[in-house]
């Protein structure tokens, strides 16, 4: 069998989930028995734009794209990597749902830029110089690629066959998505490869489990408050997103006291935050709801925390 041609771009995110894949170890080692890494850029390998432009259509058999679309190069890069790709995967939470980084469209673009060159306090920029897409330096053009408005999760660029969930996912989960990749044994086109359960699926704390049923949340307590007992997060008035969250990660920020921020991307439906929200609001008092809304100023960043992008919400106007 001739071995799996498969690329790896990191877009606009921090590497983490190529991390992942990294952490699975001798797994992956395994694995490079029947994949060939034709292109991993910008993280392994410097390649160019002609690199990747040289490559006949559909010659990549699958390429991982991680990290969300913020800059025009990310942008056209991504076109030709799926033009020249069989099957694109979004893979974690910024290529899936626009992630931490799509956190920013609850800002304006000048926002941004005035807060990151001219308003902080480390900025020593006295003319209040903002990043140019082109520069003249002794008569010779220097180019950048242009700041988009806004991030955008992947399939709103290109066409994606598959997403994976997670910031980054966790390793087992990502053996299980290489190897469905060598098997060939994925699901229907647009799907997320998942196990299909809720992180609260697998969580040890949770009262189903117990043959218990959840409590109604009557306290809200932010991570900061206390120390959590062994009783679910939820129910305890950590505000934990684990009933609407996918659960490939085996729940692993509950088991060490973490309340689930909903980095797996929703069990189901669209809009995360709209999910969390109906979650919530079933399971507290009123109460409860108005302690969440004066401990908790920025609802809308917290329940959209890996999400904004692809929310009904989406950005700031
Ligand atoms: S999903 Fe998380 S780990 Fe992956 S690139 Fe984005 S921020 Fe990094
Ligand atoms: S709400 Fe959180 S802590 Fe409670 S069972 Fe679900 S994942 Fe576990
Ligand atoms: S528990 Fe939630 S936030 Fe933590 S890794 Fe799993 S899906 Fe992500």
Known sequence: MSKIKLAI?????????????????EKLIDALENIEIVWWTPTVVDLKYKD?????????DVALVDGAVRLSE????????????????????????????GLANFHKR?????????????????????????????????????????VKALHQVVDVDYFIGGCPPHHDHVAVAV?????????????????????C???????AQKGEIRKPIEKVRRTIEGTPDEECLLQQGYLCLGPVTQGDCGGSCPQVNIPCRGCGGPVAGKDFGARA????????TDEAVDEMLEK???LGKFLYRYSLPVSLINRKK
């Open 74 to 101: 990310q942008e056209h890069v991504i076109k030709i990597l799926r033009q020249k790709t069989k099957v694109l995967v979004a893979f974690g939470a910024c290529a899936a749902m626009g992630g931490v980084p």
């Open 52 to 60: 990747l432009e040289n490559l006949e259509d559909k010659s990549i």
């Open 201 to 207: 699926d697998s969580c040890r704390r949770n009262p």
């Open 296 to 298: 908790i100023p920025s």
């Open 110 to 150: 000048e926002e941004l830029l005035e807060t990151a060159y001219i308003n902080t306090w480390s900025t020593d920029n006295p003319d209040g110089v903002l990043p140019q897409t082109e520069y003249d330096v002794n008569g010779s053009k220097l180019t950048l690629p242009e700041f988009y408005g806004e």
């Open 277 to 284: 929200v109906g979650a919530l609001a079933s399971l507290m």
């Open 179 to 199: 190897e469905a990749i060598i098997k060939g044994e994925l699901p229907p086109k647009g799907s997320w490869i998942t196990s299909g359960k809720s992180v």
């Open 9 to 25: 771009y990191l877009s606009a995110g921090c590497a983490g989930c190529e991390m992942a894949l990294v952490d699975l170890s």
